[in-house]
């Protein structure tokens, strides 16, 4: 059974700081893929980065990038130099036959 | 290239009544996915269709029901709404079934459903 856990419901970021959203993961599966999208207000989700379970370079998407650090089942979304507009709900999710969410984090970008 | 579609973009419904909600994949996806979001929640997957053929269901009752056409354009139909249908209803397509491979899903701006 798949399983994605994200253990901060809330995260404050000051504008044009780093932050660090994290997302464990559990599957019994050899080959895996791990996304994170991004939820603003109006619903849609935005897909930001995707890591290949077997893919050795950690992932990067301008000023995405995903810290995926298998031993540990960890797969933590890198936000550099905040923006107003980042702020938003972020999921956590694992490819399998559909998409498998975590519970979200709501990130505010304090100016 | 025209992105997903979805409609109606919101919509009020009492319990007991049936509900229609329509979605229109990206130009040359040939998958959809319904995913539903209750307030606070991840998305939570439905089924999928690939092909107008369901390919996978996720833990909902079969009062969800869906359909695909000949144009990859998807129905989702739920009867007997219940108050806790309320919610976010996501369509997204893909090209391909999902699996092994890599797909990436593309995600319409979702419909909110409210039953009274």
């Known amino acids: 059974a798949q399983k994605i856990t994200q253990t901060q419901p809330g995260m404050f970021v000051q504008e044009k700081e780093a932050v660090t959203l994290d997302c464990t993961y559990d599957?019994?599966?050899?080959?895996?893929?791990l996304f994170w999208y991004k939820q603003p207000s109006s619903g849609e989700m935005i897909f930001l980065i995707y890591?290949?379970?077997?893919?050795?370079q950690n992932a990067t998407e301008g000023r995405y990038s995903l810290n995926f650090q298998k031993a540990r089942k960890s797969a933590n979304l890198v936000i550099s130099a905040s923006q107003l507009g980042d702020s938003a709900m972020y999921f956590c999710?694992?490819?399998?036959?559909?998409?498998?969410f975590g519970t979200g984090t709501r990130l505010t970008v304090i100016p | 290239e025209t992105g997903v579609t979805q409609s109606p973009t919101h919509l009020i419904k009492t319990r007991g009544q049936q509900v229609t909600l329509r979605c229109s994949s990206q130009?040359?996806?040939?998958?959809v996915s319904w995913y539903q979001q209750a307030l606070g929640q991840g998305p939570q997957f439905i089924f999928q269709?690939?092909?107008?053929?369901?390919?996978g269901r996720g833990n909902f009752p079969p009062r969800f029901s869906g359909l695909q056409f000949p144009n990859y354009s998807s129905e989702l139909n739920v009867n007997a709404l219940e108050l806790d249908d309320s919610a976010l209803y996501l369509c997204?397509?893909?090209?391909?079934?999902?699996?092994?491979?890599?797909?990436?899903?593309?995600f319409g701006p979702g419909t909110r459903l409210t039953v009274l």
């Open positions: 999710a694992m490819r399998g036959p559909f998409l498998f």
């Open positions: 997204a397509s893909s090209l391909g079934r999902g699996g092994a491979s890599y797909n990436e899903q593309f």
């Open positions: 269709y690939y092909r107008e053929e369901e390919n």
């Open positions: 130009s040359g996806h040939n998958t």
């Open positions: 599957t019994s599966d050899q080959s895996y893929g």
């Open positions: 890591q290949g379970s077997y893919d050795e």
